[in-house]
């Protein structure tokens, strides 16, 4: 989106995935991802998965998506799932998804076992889809105490909506003393100012879609998106701005205090805080941290983008916020999985010919 300076660098992200001989994270690269993490919130790691087991997971995602009796996401973007602009859908338990997810949480053992304890809850597995002409996500945290996977079953390109993250912005016992004490306001602070830039972004592209024949709107979207009473968090809802109901952004964020201090401290929140927005490669694997900033971008092109995504609990999570965040599918729900339990499943076995041993950037 033009109107956020947003780089598209994220080589400071990444770390190549080398495996050991029994197909997990090789120690020098989990010792590498977990420095990631502990200090940008989040890593990438490229290469995670083959062309034939990212192939494999891409039909997995597929099956459910053409499933006319798929179980729909109940957070973020309901009305995007309602108009088909996206498709958030929790995958079924069934035994090809839970060997592909023991697939990805045994070969991430070593970073994901440093935060979720083996009796901690599998919370979600499911798919993302956004196609053209879907809402820009406000840039939002995700219920804390949490360990969150995307996986890119295919390559995805900046215009169809890859990722944005604030690396730096989770939250961590003393990380509000950073920046003279005031690091936790300044983030806020800065989100306000992003979304404010969101909402304007959303509502012009709502009203262009009036007349924009690649991307017609629905008989009743209008108004559905920009002045409906019913619950969205990720809408140009102008009624619920007005009435201060969105808890991501409404008139009550910009108060004169608000609009005084992004006024003057806007250079020096743009350089602490710059946003990165992702397009990983197929293969690629995004972990980060629920508490830290990001959002899921508007599809600006006609090639679908999907990611699979996990999320498993590495706290203790009130089933109230639980589901503010996370829609597990009813048969997870009816015979819920830990982290062990994922250890223990049987991987899927995809025919791969296995990642190298070693890497130049891993060498030492």
């Not at 003057?264 to 929140?269: C, D, H, S, T």
Request: hydrophobic share 40%; glycine share 8%.
């Amino acid at each position: 989106m033009k109107a956020l300076k947003v780089s598209s660098d994220t080589s400071a992200l990444e770390v190549p995935a080398v495996l050991d001989e029994s197909g997990r994270l090789a120690p020098a690269c989990v010792n590498s991802a977990l420095a990631m993490m502990d200090r940008h919130g989040l890593v990438i790691l490229t290469g995670l998965l083959s062309n034939s087991e990212a192939a494999t997971g891409l039909d997995l995602m597929r099956r459910t998506i053409t499933d006319p009796d798929r179980s729909h996401s109940a957070f973020a973007s309901e009305t995007d799932n309602r108009y088909l602009r996206r498709d958030f859908c929790s995958l079924p338990s069934s035994p090809e998804v839970i060997g592909f997810a023991a697939m990805l949480a045994q070969r991430l053992e070593g970073v994901l076992g440093e935060y979720c304890g083996r009796t901690r809850p599998l919370l979600e597995v499911a798919t993302f889809t956004s196609y053209r002409g879907s809402s820009h996500q406000y840039i939002h945290r995700d219920p804390m105490g949490v360990i969150s996977l995307f996986a890119a079953v295919e390559d995805v390109s900046a215009e169809q909506g890859g990722t944005v993250f604030v690396p730096g912005t989770h939250m961590y016992g003393g990380a509000d003393n950073r920046h003279g004490g005031g690091a936790y306001g300044q983030m806020e602070l800065l989100r306000t100012r992003w979304n404010a830039r969101i909402f304007r972004h959303n509502l012009a592209k709502v009203w262009g879609m009036r007349k924009d024949a690649a991307t017609p709107l629905a008989p009743g979207e209008f108004r559905d998106r920009v002045f409906s009473a019913q619950w969205d968090q990720h809408q140009p809802n102008l009624l619920r701005y007005l009435t201060g109901k969105n808890a991501q952004f409404s008139l009550r964020h910009l108060g004169p205090r608000t609009l005084w201090r992004l006024l003057r401290q806007r250079r020096l929140l743009d350089e602490r805080f710059p946003l990165v927005q992702t397009a990983p490669r197929k293969g690629s694997v995004i972990l980060y941290r629920s508490d830290l900033l990001h959002a899921g971008p508007d599809n600006r092109s006609l090639q679908p983008r999907r990611f699979f995504g996990m999320s498993i609990a590495r706290d203790v999570i009130e089933h109230k916020y639980w589901h503010d965040g996370y829609s597990p599918h009813p048969t997870l729900t009816a015979q819920p999985l830990t982290f062990g339990d994922l250890l223990a499943a049987e991987p899927l076995r995809v025919p791969t010919t296995a990642p190298a041993l070693r890497s130049p950037a891993l060498a030492d």
